[in-house]
């Protein structure tokens, strides 16, 4: 368990380091974007191996809310996009 | 320990998968091929580690916010990455990837699409929302049974007042469960393409914009069926304009193979979820 837990969470911040790379990279604003909700979906794949880990489950319902964030902040931008674009 | 095991390899396939995913970020040439990653391997991962950590918190609790993740990731998550995708193309500041080809798909018309377009029915549905009430909570106390009558009740009558021309979905469980087997299978697929284009040099992958006609006709159909070619092998749904359906296509070496999974997934999706075409020809459903 302690090996699968390990080997999860170097995966884990490998992820974050390359999704975090693309947010400072870009070039345009949706890369960051996409890169963004790929980083919020690292962080709810570190809270359910936060779980795993440890049988806390009182966080389990966070998961959730970073879901609905990573919905709802694309949504917004591709909205700004969009506005961009029409001008 | 059972458990353990199951739970230690679900969130070691979901780190590996979301690793990869954020790999093809890095790797993959411009904003569409990124998303293929992003929506694919990044999301199945995150289903895996939710999985994990549903069954680390057991039956009620765990199962329903399983639930919860997975209809948002399905509903939620391919939404947001069409919405982003289509200002991304109509965006010329957003890079292309030179390779990028434009083609347009020729299609026979199928204007009789010979399916059995049925009506909903309110208390069948009713059946189904408290069955799965029932089920979720694993139990049938006196508590449980009241209040998920109450609960399946109130929400069909929704359905009823809101969305009377909502499909007759109820109608056809198995047809449902064909189209939900068969997603399933296209999403294993489809995570699977986005790994082996990890391998590719960037200049080497093929991707292009395919315009299809479409047969879907009310829009719950077309909604359904852009959500789920988010999912499916190499597309990220980008437009929809006069009933053609732009899709990014991560590799167009094989486009008729492409297009017939879109095909395949639109006549599922009619079959299983297909309203009332009258309905759709005189403005829609409300």
Redesign the interface.
């Known amino acids: 368990m302690i090996f699968a837990t390990t080997v999860s969470g170097v995966l884990l911040v490998l992820a974050a380091f390359a999704a975090l790379i693309r947010v400072v990279r870009g070039p345009s604003v949706a890369d960051r974007m996409v890169a963004l909700d790929t980083l919020l979906f690292v962080g709810a794949g570190g809270l359910g191996l936060h779980i795993v880990a440890t049988g806390d489950t009182t966080y389990l319902a966070v998961l959730v809310v970073a879901i609905l964030t990573a919905f709802i902040s694309t949504v917004i931008v591709a909205r700004y996009i969009e506005e961009e674009t029409r001008r | 320990m059972i458990a ?1 095991i199951v ?3 679900l ?2 396939v ?3 998968l ?2 990869l ?3 093809g ?2 790797r993959f040439p411009d ?1 569409f091929t ?2 293929h ?2 929506t694919k391997a ?2 199945v ?2 289903i895996a ?2 999985t ?3 069954i ?2 057991g039956a009620v ?2 199962a329903l ?1 399983l639930l ?2 997975v209809a ?2 399905f509903l ?2 391919p ?3 069409s ?6 193309y ?6 292309r990837a030179p390779s990028t080809v434009e083609l347009e798909v020729e299609l026979p018309t199928a204007e009789s699409t010979p399916t059995n377009r049925a009506r909903g029915s309110t208390p069948l549905l009713a059946l189904w929302l408290f069955l799965v009430w029932v089920a979720a909570f694993g139990s049938v106390a006196p508590n449980v049974v009241v209040s998920g009558a109450v609960v399946a009740a109130g929400i069909a009558f929704a359905f009823r007042v809101l969305a009377p021309r909502w499909p007759g979905t109820f109608r056809r469980p198995f047809a449902a469960w064909r189209f939900m087997v068969y997603f399933i299978g296209q999403m294993a697929a489809s995570t699977w393409d986005v790994i082996l284009a990890l391998r590719l040099r960037p200049d080497q992958i093929r991707p292009a914009v395919l315009e299809v006609p479409l047969r879907a006709l009310t829009r719950n159909e077309v909604t359904l069926l852009m959500n789920s070619l988010s999912f499916t092998p190499g597309t990220v749904a980008l437009e929809l304009h006069e009933h053609h359906l732009y899709v990014h296509v991560l590799d167009a070496r094989d486009p008729d193979n492409i297009v017939r999974d879109i095909v395949t997934m639109e006549s599922k999706i009619i079959a299983a979820f297909g309203g009332d075409p009258a309905a759709a020809h005189a403005g829609g459903h409300r």
């Open positions: 353990d739970g230690g390899s969130v070691i979901g780190s590996a979301m690793a995913g954020a790999f970020l890095l904003v990124r998303m990653a992003a990044a999301t991962g995150v580690t939710t994990a950590a549903s680390e918190a609790g765990g916010i919860v993740v948002l990731l939620s998550g939404l947001g990455m919405l982003l995708a289509r200002a991304a109509h965006d010329p500041e957003t890079p």
